[in-house]
């Protein structure tokens, strides 16, 4: 069956410290893959996404992914949070046609 | 330019009753789609419109749910009968031309509560 898995419900990190936020997916071919977040009250923004090529794509707000085909990950970086990174962000995944699946989302907390 | 917008933002119903979610595109977005939120499920995909036909309603949990698209523009995703499993945040998002490179643009949701 195709899914998309994100194992962290919750994320606490520091200000300042770096975050990665773990997304795997299950699908027998190069799937197209997307980050985006949710903040409180707000709709859902694209963050990035992979379709083909360089396997590390850059995105808004200083956030990067890497696509690891041997891993079947996806797994969304950012070098030094900031307070206003908090909020649940979901890995989201299709197999090549419209549908678009998304994962259950990692919550993510920013202490001072 | 406008984004895509969600009405009424807030619902609340009585069990068994029929409910009418409104979602308005973003102007020339052929592409469509419903999900819906319930706390710790993540978005659970509903149906997908490209125009106003739906190639893939096979996120729609029972028969008591139907949505249909008018004019290439906007949705709306009625329940019928509802119950209070049906309490979650329904989400609209479009795209133009519902092509994999073409983002989705999400509404902010409807909060469906059922009592």
């Known amino acids: 069956a195709q899914s998309v898995t994100q194992p962290d419900i919750h994320i606490t990190v520091s200000e300042g410290a770096s975050l990665e936020l773990r997304c795997n997916y299950s699908?027998?071919?190069?799937?197209?893959l997307f980050w985006y977040v949710q903040s409180p009250g707000q709709g859902l923004q694209l963050l990035l996404k992979?379709?083909?090529?360089?396997?590390l794509v850059q995105g808004i707000k200083g956030f990067e992914a890497e696509f690891k085909r041997s891993q079947s990950s996806f797994n969304l970086r950012k070098p030094s949070v900031h307070w206003s990174d908090a909020a649940e962000y979901f890995c989201a995944f299709s197999g090549g046609y419209q549908k678009v699946t998304f994962g259950t989302g990692t919550k993510l907390q920013v202490i001072p | 330019g406008a984004g895509v917008s969600q009405s009424p933002s807030n619902k609340v119903t009585e069990k068994g009753k029929d409910v009418e979610l409104r979602c308005d595109p973003i102007s020339g977005h052929t592409a469509l789609y419903w999900y819906r939120q319930s706390l710790g499920q993540g978005l659970e995909f509903l149906i997908y419109f490209q125009g106003n036909s739906a190639p893939d309603k096979s996120g729609l949990p029972s028969d008591r749910f139907s949505a249909e698209r008018t004019g290439g523009s906007v949705s709306t995703l009625t329940i019928q009968r509802t119950q209070q499993e049906d309490s979650a945040v329904y989400l609209c998002?479009?795209?133009?031309?519902?092509?994999?490179?073409?983002?989705?643009?999400f509404g902010n949701g409807t909060r469906l509560t059922v009592t």
């Open positions: 998002a479009s795209s133009l031309r519902g092509e994999l490179n073409s983002p989705l643009h």
């Open positions: 699908y027998g071919a190069t799937p197209y």
């Open positions: 992979y379709f083909s090529g360089d396997t």
